[in-house]
């Protein structure tokens, strides 16, 4: 069953795509560019974490400013853009014959590889001269019946030869000028002689752009790249908390993308599978999942697996299992793999049951969720602490956060190490107008060690009762409140011992 990711993606409009790591944003730009290809669409993918180079991208220092930084990687995209386009041409006659399309893609090559001199310039001119003399000298010997002759002869030649020089010295510096009314007007040529066939350039791994260089890059797709909305289409795919598309100057002007005006982000990968917002439609795209995963032609053909509801039949002891490791995947398609790989290699030859599930998400979650943590001071002090109040405190497994407080550096470290889950955005109460609160879930993997015991969470929020639990915050403020996690509380209660975990004055 289709998530809706791929119809979400099929916009011509400019798009920038959230997640995650492991929620498949990689791999929905690929689904992308694969399914682009044809007469009308050329897609063109970046990978962010191999474009530019070190020097470039992450020495800080007066020498190489934030704008030569963001011009070389810039550059390097142009450069990519350019084989791509130039690689489509030669496979296309009408293309390689088309002697304006040449000389457009030669105008882009040009716009790209302006360089200027920064500092002095010095011209020295040098005047010389030289004489050159050169001799020689001869003998001839003849002789004969008579007696012998001989004859003695020299020659003695003289040139002179001047010579003018000048030489010009550069005493500054040689940086890339990228001049975007120049790469703008090449593009939109050369856009234009490509006729119906539209652009798509579909950047990944934006979050891995040091956050400084973020918004001169994305300035440039302002400039250069957005305006042509007839030729081309941009893709981003980031992390939301790591994103840093605009900035603003000390003078008060900003440059960069405005999301929302100038690029939609109406895609939201977190937003999709989450077994609490729909369990059939996470269900069915994780048994196509694995159905996919196992049919990709990597692993050996297996009797009987002629479809996905076959997973369940051949590798599952009941649906039961199934929705079980649905649930610890909490919608995130790179878990739901490992956790599967590690549940088989703990039944062996035996069908997958709920507690091979429960043992492989533990193990998860201890080597790569958890260890993620350890170098973000007070994050796992957090999580505990989460632990104790939700779980063991209220014997739920979600929680209300307060939009304020969503940005908490703390919050944000456990939402993107997939500890803590967003399954519900923008709640209010009825009497309480301009208060918006998110619902969050601790992962699966935190908690599956109390399942069973007297702390085992009953459901997802408390309810207004005691021992009554719902799926959706109520509009009633009691229920609210006693859903919500109070920061406060726990700064109150950790923040001083955070602030000295040596225990020192």
């Not at 993997?445 to 702390?455: F, H, M, P």
Request: hydrophobic residues 40%; aromatic residues 6%; glycine residues 10%.
């Amino acid at each position: 069953m289709d998530s809706g990711i791929a119809a979400g993606l099929a916009s011509v409009d400019h798009q920038i795509i959230y997640g995650r790591r492991g929620t498949g944003k990689t791999h929905a730009l690929r689904y992308l560019a694969a399914t682009l290809g044809g007469a009308d669409a050329l897609a063109v993918y970046f990978d962010l974490r191999t474009v530019g180079s070190p020097g470039g991208l992450f020495v800080e220092s007066d020498a190489v400013g934030l704008t030569e930084r963001a011009s070389r990687l810039m550059r390097d995209l142009l450069h990519q853009l350019y084989d791509a386009i130039l690689e489509m041409a030669i496979t296309d006659e009408k293309l390689l014959g088309n002697r304006v399309f040449t000389r457009r893609l030669d105008a882009l090559l040009e716009a790209i590889g302006s360089v200027t001199v920064v500092g002095e310039i010095e011209v020295e001119d040098a005047e010389t001269s030289g004489t050159t003399r050169k001799g020689g000298v001869s003998a001839e010997a003849t002789g004969s019946a008579s007696g012998l002759r001989a004859r003695l002869g020299g020659e003695r030649a003289r040139t002179a030869e001047e010579r003018d020089s000048s030489r010009t010295i550069r005493r500054g510096e040689e940086r890339l000028h990228l001049n975007f009314t120049d790469v703008a007007k090449a593009l939109r040529e050369l856009g234009a002689e490509l006729g119906r066939r539209r652009i798509w350039l579909l950047i990944d791994e934006w979050s891995s752009v040091p956050a400084a260089i973020q918004p001169y890059l994305a300035e440039f797709l302002v400039r250069c790249v957005l305006p042509l909305q007839q030729q081309f289409t941009v893709k981003i795919a980031s992390i939301e908390q790591q994103s840093h598309f605009r900035s603003v100057g000390r003078e008060g002007g900003s440059i960069g993308i405005e999301v929302g005006a100038d690029v939609s982000a109406n895609l939201d990968l977190d937003d999709f599978m989450v077994f609490e917002q729909s369990e059939e439609r996470a269900r069915e795209f994780f048994l196509g999942l694995f159905y996919k995963h196992l049919t990709s032609g990597f692993v050996a053909p297996i009797d009987g697996l002629n479809g996905p509801n076959d997973v369940v039949r051949l590798g599952f002891t009941d649906r039961r299992a199934l929705d079980e490791l649905v649930r610890a995947a909490e919608g995130v398609p790179r878990d739901a793999i490992n956790i599967a790989g590690n549940a088989a290699l703990k039944a062996l030859d035996r069908k997958i049951s709920v507690p091979e599930v429960r043992g492989a998400s533990r193990t998860w979650y201890h080597s790569d969720k958890e260890a993620a943590l350890k170098g973000v001071k007070g994050a796992q002090e957090l999580l505990s602490w989460i632990i104790d109040e939700v779980i063991r405190g209220r014997r739920a497994r979600g929680f209300l956060v307060n939009r304020r407080d969503a940005q908490t550096p703390l919050l944000v470290a456990l939402f993107e190490a997939r500890v803590l889950h967003l399954v519900r955005r923008g709640y209010s109460a009825q009497d309480e107008p301009g208060e918006r609160y998110d619902v969050y879930v601790i992962d699966y993997g935190a908690y599956v060690d109390l399942i069973n015991t007297n702390s085992s969470p009953q459901g997802m929020l408390p309810g207004i009762e005691q021992e009554t639990y719902v799926d959706v915050p109520p509009q009633d403020l009691r229920a609210i409140r006693r859903a919500i996690l109070d920061m406060d509380r726990f700064t109150a209660a950790k923040g001083e011992e955070l602030a000295n975990p040596d225990g020192g004055g």
